[in-house]
């Protein structure tokens, strides 16, 4: 791969720490890899991508010449606001250290939603959760380098999530490269010089309330969004994402005009909620919309670091822990065990996931729990 034009820098490991991030023998090893890329081409940096909770101190991030992380903030766990502030803060702890992002992003299958939550499932979150990644890392101009995660969805056999199984749904485009998720156009916006306007959700045409949001995309400086003919006015935008509120009275022919170019989409009135656009996972033990939240208790919708500011949130998870550590180790080990020591980075990464999302996140790790657990 020498000569290939499209190798940029060479990468040396990928969340390598997992188990720990200052193992002697780990940075023994990085440094022959990185001592070894120079010698082989003197053409081209080397990089490497650490795993979210990796501390921005760890030692081995001294080693390649650039570094990257795989971050998912907003979707495993966080939210959406802790991504750029996170790099402003390594930038500035290490301004010579070239930093990126590798990793990220959210999964999406055809379920659809007018208020989208995190984790659950639908285009219009994954629509929701890139444009503010990209309102995010296109700004900061001192990344290297961004890396969306993925382009298209692919075949991942353990997993067990989004109501369809062995697939990662995180691609901008289906599995069968056949429909282009309304977030492909978020980039498409910000990095194509070709004139477009797209209208999102077009896969969401039955809608319950009175006046719905529209979005539109768009690399064109004005969008103007007609329903029935009628304008509803021209936005301008300089992030590219165009906000319009629509009156939803029967069936609605939606027109977008940027420029020369024009797009489709038509949504309808209906008194009921359409229950093919809500996510139902087959064999799951419990789903988030299916849970009834008692004022004043927590639920499993609630965040693990909210949970531990409490005395009894926190002795409840030490002996849920424990159990854990038991069945993993019956189970035959894995990256969790008694011996397993959390540090600073994934208990502040675990703090963020909602109970549910974590139990649910373990489950493809082959940790399993019972609806009473």
Known sequence: N????????????????????????????????????????????????CVSMCSMDAKYLQIPDTVSYNHYFGWYGGDTTMNGPWFDKFHK???????????????????????????????????????????????????????????FDFGADARNEGGENGQNHKGLVTFDRKYKKDSFYAYKAWLSNDPFVHICGKR?????????????????PTVELFVNGESLGAKTAEDHFFYFDVPNNGVSNLKAVAGECTDTSVIKKVEEFNPDYKLREKGAILNWFDITEVEGYFSLNDKIGDILATTKGKLLFMGFAAEMMKSAKKA???????????????MQMMNGFTVLRLTGLMGTAGLTFTKEQ
């Open 2 to 49: 020498y000569n290939h034009p499209s190798i940029v820098v060479w990468g040396l490991s990928n969340e390598i720490t997992m188990g720990g991030e200052e193992d002697p023998d780990l940075l023994e090893n990085h440094n022959i890899l990185n001592d070894l890329a120079h010698e082989l081409d003197k053409t081209r940096l080397t990089t490497m991508a």
């Open 93 to 151: 702890k290490y301004p010579n250290i070239p930093i990126g992002c590798s990793e990220y992003g959210c999964e999406a299958l055809n379920w659809h939603t007018s208020d989208p939550q995190q984790g659950d499932y639908t285009e219009e979150y994954q629509a929701y959760y890139h444009e503010e990644l990209i309102k995010q890392f296109f700004t900061r101009k001192y990344m290297w380098a961004t890396h969306v995660w993925n382009m």
């Open 204 to 220: 969401y045409v039955d809608r319950v309330e009175e006046v719905t949001k529209v979005t539109v995309y768009s690399n064109q």
């Open 332 to 346: 035959g080990g894995g990256f969790i065990d008694e011996n397993t020591k959390f540090g600073e980075g994934i």
